[in-house]
Nanobody
């Protein structure tokens, strides 16, 4: 059984940066698109960004374009999310997700496996 474990969340002031990591185990990591979603209290889980199996042509939600960067290192079985110029509205629990398909998808139901989430809080 595979496992995804996020880390790197925390409390940061507006304008600051954080780098999230998602470590995968028990999978053939290089096979499968990966994504980050986030969920604020009382809201649905929403798409943030995704990357396909070879790390090319990532997709971003409009709300994070130009501020967030997704990447993956298949040799380390790890995905990253560099978040710059953070805003209070970025506050949420961030989840990494994996799907068996090599191509990107933006719906949460398209992903097979999820991490436990890591809290990101941005103060104004």
């Amino acid at each position: 059984q595979g496992q995804l474990v996020e880390s790197g969340g925390g409390l940061v002031q507006a304008g600051g940066s954080l780098r999230l990591s998602c470590a995968a185990s028990g999978y053939t990591f290089s096979i499968g698109a990966m994504a980050w979603f986030r969920q604020a209290p009382g809201n649905e889980r929403v798409f943030v960004t995704a990357i396909n199996w070879n790390g090319k042509n990532p997709t971003y939600a409009d709300s994070v374009k130009g501020r967030f960067t997704i990447s993956r290192d298949n040799a380390k079985n790890t995905m990253y999310l560099q978040m710059n110029n953070l805003k209070p509205e970025d506050t949420a629990v961030y989840y990494c997700a994996r799907r068996d398909n090599v191509r990107i998808a933006v719906g949460p139901n398209d992903y097979n496996d999820w991490g436990q989430g890591t809290q990101v809080t941005v103060s104004s």
